[in-house]
């Protein structure tokens, strides 16, 4: 057997819980009906962005009560690792979004190199619309591109690392069911 790594377990046992699995899930709710309320007559592609929006894509697409098709894309800059560097994409977007209204949906938008690659790669290849989803937005003035829409917002955070709800820590506790700072991070 392959052993946990102690640090994979310390960081559980010692985080900051933020948000608990009830927060979490009223927070998908309002994003549900906000989402509901503007797109039930655009027919769109739901790109989930691998890995982070794995476990969000799958509770929120299961409140949304019109029709959708959903793919999947996986763009990472983390590397399961803590600082994000150069976007490397591991599975390129393949549905046809030509003329299509098309919601991206990912955990955390942080300093959001990752997003605005991705909405401009919807853009160039003829989305007649683009909206994103995310679960939480990490407060700071990093962001990259500070104008970017964020159309549809579960939950603030703070300047912290945190894991859970599909985020990671070095690769582990994106099962996490609520929203976990990281202890001195
Ligand atoms: O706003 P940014 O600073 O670009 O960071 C946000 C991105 O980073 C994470 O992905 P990661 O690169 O860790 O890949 P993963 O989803 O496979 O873990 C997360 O899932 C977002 O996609």
Redesign the pocket.
């Known amino acids: 057997m392959h052993p946990v790594p102690n640090e994979i377990t310390q960081v559980y046992a010692q985080a900051d819980e933020l948000y608990s699995a009830a927060d979490v899930s009223a927070a998908i709710d309002r994003m549900a009906e906000a989402i509901n309320s503007t797109m039930g007559d655009r027919n769109p592609v739901v790109y989930s ?5 794995l476990v969000l894509t799958g509770h929120l697409v299961t409140r949304l009560t019109f029709p959708l098709e959903i793919s999947y894309l ?7 690792e803590t600082h ?1 560097s150069s976007l490397d994409w591991r599975a390129f977007p393949m549905q046809d979004v030509k003329d299509r209204s098309v919601l991206i949906v ?10 605005a690659a991705i909405v401009d790669h919807c853009h160039a290849a003829g989305a007649e619309e683009v909206r994103v989803a995310v679960l939480i937005n990490k407060i700071h003035d990093r962001k990259v591109r500070p104008d970017m829409a964020i159309d549809y917002i579960g939950l603030e955070c703070v300047d912290r690392y945190v894991f859970g709800f ?3 820590y070095k690769g582990y506790w994106r099962n996490a069911p609520g929203i976990y700072a990281v202890k001195g991070m």
């Open positions: 962005v691998m890995n982070g929006a996986h763009a990472t800059r983390y590397r399961n994000g990912d955990d955390i938008y942080d300093e959001g190199g990752t997003l599909g985020m990671d």
